[in-house]
């Protein structure tokens, strides 16, 4: 069985085939067409589909799946086991809830932070006993960055290379500023595992997002490593998860 699963994120989309939960391709698009879907489809011929988008205008995308796959419509109301107390499903982020699902189906019985380091970070937690209470969200390393250029009047938009492994000093404005979004960043995580590793016993830290191999680099020291591990692709496998529920 080859499912799709599709992520339409704030900056960048990302397709994903599974051979039952086997990733056996992916990729990173600014845009998902049409055309390039219907051959992605027949290529791999995929069976079954799902998306996850920010978006609700995806109605196109879903006629081209319901008529070349069966199609899975992926929404909060898609639980599994999980029981969520979260106040407002309906305005709950849909990739939010496919980590959930993930972290159901690969962490299960385990308490579970996952820290989505993408346009925004955001922080969730499943607990051992499958419930999930909400989480927070905060500002992206991107949009801390763009966020100091817009509202000071002198302070510059810093162009950061994020395979950069080292914080440099700061001895600059450049570099201060660098040196304020993400080391500030860095300590904002440690921050809320700390919080977290206090409430939930034996927790699993998981970090995913396009910042994710940055910030995980730079808590390899933490007191916390030995909890953290590095998934990329975890939004893409609890959609997968969604299609056997």
């Not at 055309?35 to 920010?54: A, K, M, P, Q």
């Not at 206090?198 to 390899?220: A, C, E, H, W, Y």
Request: charged share 20%; hydrophobic share 40%; glycine share 8%.
């Amino acid at each position: 069985m080859r499912n799709l699963v599709i992520d339409i994120g704030n900056t960048f989309s990302k397709l994903a085939v599974f051979e039952q939960k086997e990733l056996i391709h992916f990729e990173q698009l600014e845009k998902v067409e049409e055309n390039g879907l219907l051959n992605l489809i027949n290529e791999y011929r995929i069976e079954n589909s799902t998306v996850s988008s920010v978006s609700n205008q995806i109605e196109n995308l879903e006629t081209l799946l319901k008529k070349n796959t069966r199609y899975t419509r992926f929404g909060t109301a898609i639980t599994g086991e999980v029981k969520s107390h979260y106040e407002s499903p309906t305005t709950l982020g849909l990739d939010r809830w496919a980590k959930v699902i993930a972290a159901h189906c690969l962490y299960r019985g385990s308490n579970t932070l996952m820290i989505d380091a993408g346009t925004c970070i955001t922080y969730d937690v499943l607990t051992a006993t499958d419930e999930y209470f909400g989480g927070s969200i905060s500002l992206g390393l991107n949009m801390r960055f763009n966020a100091l250029n817009h509202y000071t009047g002198r302070l510059p938009l810093v162009n950061w290379n994020k395979a950069q492994t080292e914080i440099a000093e700061g001895t600059n404005t450049q570099n201060a500023i660098k040196r304020g979004v993400l080391q500030g960043a860095v300590n904002e995580i440690e921050g809320f595992i700390a919080i977290e590793h206090k409430r939930n016993k034996n927790l699993k830290v998981i970090l995913t997002g396009g910042d994710s191999l940055f910030l995980t680099k730079q808590l390899k020291n933490s007191i916390f490593a030995a909890q953290i591990t590095h998934e990329p692709y975890l939004v893409l496998k609890g959609l997968n998860e969604v299609i056997t529920l």
